[in-house]
């Protein structure tokens, strides 16, 4: 199995996010799985992506999961303006080929909820996104 192709879902998302300029450019490439693991992402709007149920099979030809969205930022305008970006990028999302996938749909499962971060206490927007994606030797 080690030289079949196999797809990531978490690069996957994380690339395709950081390839929409304005989202991007607003959090200054801050698009990762988690938000505290430097100084400078406690100072600005990040974006994080966590898997939350779905196919974990990476050797699967199909993956489709659901997976948690946080919209960071220092004030409640700051999550509001990132997750607008974001909305319009999901809406906007087509098939597109990012990284070794075949990026097939991604959308938007809820609406968000505000929330404190308890330790940092900076402001988040949770929210929940679907995604499929496929090989990209099955194009």
């Known amino acids: 199995m080690a030289n079949e192709p196999m797809i990531s ?6 690339r395709f996010f ?6 991007n450019e607003y959090v200054g ?11 400078g992402w406690t100072l600005g709007p990040a974006l994080t992506i966590k898997p939350d149920g779905g196919n974990s099979e990476i050797y699967a ?3 489709s999961g659901r997976y948690e ?4 930022g220092q ?13 319009d990028a999901v809406k906007n999302q087509e098939r ?5 996938s075949l990026l097939l749909s991604v959308y938007l499962t809820t609406e968000p909820a505000q929330y404190v971060d308890e330790i940092t206490q900076l402001p988040y927007w949770l929210l929940f996104i ?3 994606m496929a090989e990209g030797i099955i194009l």
């Open 9 to 14: 879902p978490i690069e996957t998302l994380i």
């Open 18 to 23: 950081s390839e929409q300029h304005f989202l």
């Open 29 to 39: 490439g801050r698009i990762a799985t988690q938000q505290r693991f430097g100084e």
């Open 61 to 63: 030809p199909m993956i």
């Open 69 to 72: 969205i946080r919209c960071w």
């Open 75 to 87: 004030t409640i305008d700051e999550c509001d303006r990132l997750y607008r970006f974001f909305r």
């Open 96 to 100: 597109s080929v990012v990284q070794n």
């Open 130 to 132: 679907e995604a499929m």
